[in-house]
């Protein structure tokens, strides 16, 4: 197996049990050893999903224990098993963990199916923004709503992680995109190319918008339930968050569906010629030290997040900086 690791114990965030922010352990634990077909990671950056803290919390059912926290990483290949030809020792690149492996950390473990390179012209804080969000949202546009050019796109959420990307991928596809969120967001969302931005304290989105072909829901709930009657018949509801009633969709002559995303090492090598190539942005809110993943998940779970929080791993210079769009 090549490698360029030495050490036998790495620094990480763990938990040892479900609850709040307070459960996050920083502590020192071995090196995970890459399976066939995977790369250890020395992690330089991870990103911050809230799905972090739902698994933290126990929401997403009860994970084996203990557990490092976190998906998205952006790093430099430390250790390749023998099989992989894809990557080599050095290469900088970013993804998604293996199912056992957390980013976390010093050091993770990633199949080669879900890492894509880095680009040069993007650092590793902004390309561990982009695996779990960005996927989403293009899976969601392109993979479930088969979005066109001309077509007209309702973004629920969409100054968040997800919403962010999906704005700038609706654009890029030529669609008119309508977007909601609170006042404070409308200049930024503009910014990544939103048409029209609804704020949701002020306005009902259905008071403002109609014969829409595809939306985007980013909230679910009450949201999700007056989102029906604004689609064209014809039209397609895409929710990451709550499965579609199927019986309300038939109802309104739509179509529904519900995506848990697929970590995929190709698409993220699109996504990331996008960014390179300056056709879409990626808006870091803040970035902590990995010993500050508490403070990360309390402002996570805010729910207000602009774009994404992003932990410096092993920056000494990283003290909690705000708004870097790259
Ligand atoms: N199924 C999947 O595979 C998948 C993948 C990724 C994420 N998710 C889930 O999808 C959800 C969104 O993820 P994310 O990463 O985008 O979250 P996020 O970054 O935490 O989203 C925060 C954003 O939500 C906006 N917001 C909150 N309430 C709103 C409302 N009622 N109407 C419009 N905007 C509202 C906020 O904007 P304002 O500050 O302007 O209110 C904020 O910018 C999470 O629940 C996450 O767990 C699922």
């Not at 002559?253 to 970590?263: A, Q």
């Amino acid at each position: 197996m090549a490698t360029m690791t030495t050490t036998a114990t790495m620094k990480a965030v763990r938990i040892h049990s479900f609850g709040g922010p307070e459960v996050l352990q920083f502590e020192e634990v071995p090196l995970p050893k890459p399976a066939t077909g995977e790369l250890l990671v020395r992690v330089q950056a991870a990103g911050v999903n809230p799905v972090d803290w739902k698994i933290r919390q126990g929401l997403l059912g009860r994970l084996p224990l203990p557990q490092i926290m976190g998906s998205d990483f952006a790093g430099v290949v430390e250790t390749v098993s023998p099989d992989v030809t894809e990557f080599r020792l050095g290469d900088p690149v970013f993804g998604v963990v293996a199912e056992d492996s957390g980013s976390y950390a010093e050091y993770a473990l990633a199949p080669v199916s879900r890492v894509a390179r880095k680009p040069v012209s993007l650092d590793e804080i902004h390309a561990a923004a982009l695996p779990t969000a960005s996927l989403t949202a293009w899976q969601a546009l392109f993979d479930e709503a088969n979005l066109e050019p001309g077509q007209k796109v309702l973004i629920h959420g969409a100054a968040g992680g997800v919403g962010s990307f999906a704005v700038q991928f609706a654009k890029w596809k030529g669609a008119q995109v309508i977007a909601t969120a609170s006042a404070q967001n409308a200049d930024y969302l503009r910014e990544l190319g939103a048409d029209t931005v609804i704020d949701y304290h002020a306005t009902r989105f259905e008071d403002a918008v109609d014969n829409v072909d595809v939306i985007l829901d980013t909230i679910g709930g009450e949201t999700q339930e007056r989102s029906w009657k604004v689609l064209k018949r014809g039209g397609v509801l895409v929710s990451i968050v709550q499965p579609p009633d199927d019986t309300k969709a038939a109802a309104h002559g739509v179509r529904s569906e519900f995506l848990i995303s697929k970590p995929r090492g190709d698409q993220l090598a699109r996504i990331a010629d996008l960014v390179a190539n300056g056709r879409v942005k990626v808006h870091v809110d803040m970035v902590l030290p990995l010993e500050e993943a508490r403070r990360a998940h309390e402002l996570s779970q805010s729910g207000h997040v602009r774009g994404k929080i992003v932990l410096g791993v092993g920056h000494q210079d990283v003290g909690g900086f705000p708004g870097t769009v790259l």
